[in-house]
């Protein structure tokens, strides 16, 4: 019997919480970039700009979600390497959530106002 499609998703691990900020992340980090390389920064400074603003948001979306997790769920046992590995592989920018990180660097380069 072949897989249909929505046994693949329902496999899949989906969270719109993670697909949100991987969108946000990248789209704002991008538009940073954009931005600090029109005001005349040199290459490097708008790579360390846009690198640390993609960190950041990725590093305070991931706390949230914890932080909720913890809040909703008190009496579940959360194993802190499992979740320490979960939170590393988010910040691959193009690993699991590679879509809405495409998304996101697409939709800022559009509408960047200088095209």
Request: glycine share 8%; aromatic share 14%; proline share 3%.
């Amino acid at each position: 019997m072949s897989e249909t499609l929505e046994d693949r998703v329902k496999q899949e691990e989906f969270s719109i919480w993670e697909f949100l900020v991987a969108a946000y992340s990248s789209s704002r980090a991008v538009k940073i970039g954009l931005e600090t390389a029109a005001a005349g920064y040199s290459f490097p400074v708008v790579g360390l700009f846009s690198m640390g603003f993609y960190l950041t948001a990725k590093t305070v979306g991931s706390g949230i979600k914890y932080i909720t997790d913890l809040l909703r769920k008190p009496e579940r046992q959360f194993n802190l390497s499992d979740m320490f590995y979960e939170a590393k592989s988010s910040y691959n920018p193009l690993g699991k959530h590679r879509r809405p990180n495409f998304m996101g660097t697409i939709l800022s380069v559009v509408g960047y106002k200088g095209f």
